[in-house]
């Protein structure tokens, strides 16, 4: 079945060093793509997005890369810093396949570890 | 605003007893979620409610029920605990059905069962 998944289960960086986490999709058809943060003992939490029609999308420090040929999605972290250790998740929404609605498929994360 | 809320944090239960996890949206949000997340996993979901007054089955519905009481509360129940139910679940929240709504989550009940 159609999935989304992540490349690397852990990243290390330096802190000020830039970070890029990346995503593997399978459903040609998704238009909508997410970036959850998720801190220990806390839930998601909103990143950024991106529409299937735009390549790039840029937010304060991160940013998204979209590239549909490929079907690959990274995240971007500027100047990573110690509050960004977190797992970090991508979602898509399937929105022409699943009829519509808000249904989001997750991939399994990648734990973002950001060393002094 | 609180947000997305959750009760309880966490929950232990025995093999066979029922519990119902509660959540409560302050956002004026139309639609609610319900998640689960194993360990190691992404989130999976177990049930939506589009608007007040439906639900629907989201990827993974098996041994729950939910009930939209209002526009605020989803609440999800599980009527025979399994110790494969053990997780994290999660509630959600977002405007609407489009899919370029931001989905907000609450923090999280922990259950475990035995």
Same mark, same amino acid.
Request: net charge positive; glycine share 10%; charged share 15%.
């Given at each position: 079945?159609?999935?989304v ?5 852990? !990243? ?12 593997a999709y399978s &459903?040609?058809?998704?238009? *909508?793509?997410?970036? *959850? ?15 299937? &029609? ?12 979209? &590239?549909?040929?490929?079907k690959?999605?990274? !995240?971007?972290?500027? $100047? ?5 250790? $977190? ?5 898509e ?8 609605? &808000? ?14 | 605003?609180?947000?997305?809320? /959750? ?5 232990? +239960?025995?093999?066979?007893?029922? %519990?119902? +996890? /509660?959540?409560? /949206?302050? %956002? =004026?949000? =139309? ?9 190691? %996993? @992404? ?14 089955? #989201?990827?993974?519905?098996? @041994? ?31 405007? #609407? /059905? #489009?899919? #370029?709504?931001?989905?907000?989550? @609450?923090? @999280? ?6």
């Amino acid at each position: 079945g159609e999935s989304v998944g992540l490349h690397l289960p852990t !990243l290390s960086v330096q802190e000020g060093d830039n970070s890029i986490i990346n995503c593997a999709y399978s &459903n040609s058809a998704s238009d *909508y793509f997410i970036w *959850y943060k998720q801190e220990s003992g806390k839930g998601p939490q909103f990143i950024i997005d991106i529409r299937s &029609n735009m390549d790039k999308r840029q937010g304060q420090r991160v940013t998204v890369l979209l &590239n549909k040929t490929v079907k690959h999605l990274s !995240l971007q972290i500027a $100047a990573t810093q110690p509050g960004d250790s $977190a797992v970090y998740f991508c979602a898509e929404n399937p929105w022409i396949l699943t009829g519509g609605g &808000n249904k989001l498929t997750f991939g399994t994360g990648t734990q973002l570890k950001v060393e002094l | 605003n609180a947000g997305v809320t /959750q009760t309880p944090k966490f929950q232990v +239960l025995k093999t066979g007893q029922s %519990m119902t +996890l /509660q959540c409560a /949206q302050d %956002m =004026n949000h =139309n639609s609610m979620y319900w998640y689960r997340q194993d360990p190691g %996993m @992404g989130l999976r979901l177990i049930y939506y409610s589009a608007s007040e007054g439906t639900t629907d089955k #989201g990827e993974v519905p098996n @041994g729950y029920n939910v009930s939209r009481l209002n526009k605020r509360e989803f609440s999800l129940r599980l009527e025979s605990a399994a110790p494969s139910q053990t997780s994290v679940y999660f509630c959600a929240s977002s405007g #609407g /059905q #489009g899919a #370029g709504e931001k989905q907000y989550f @609450g923090p @999280g009940t922990r259950l475990t069962v035995l």
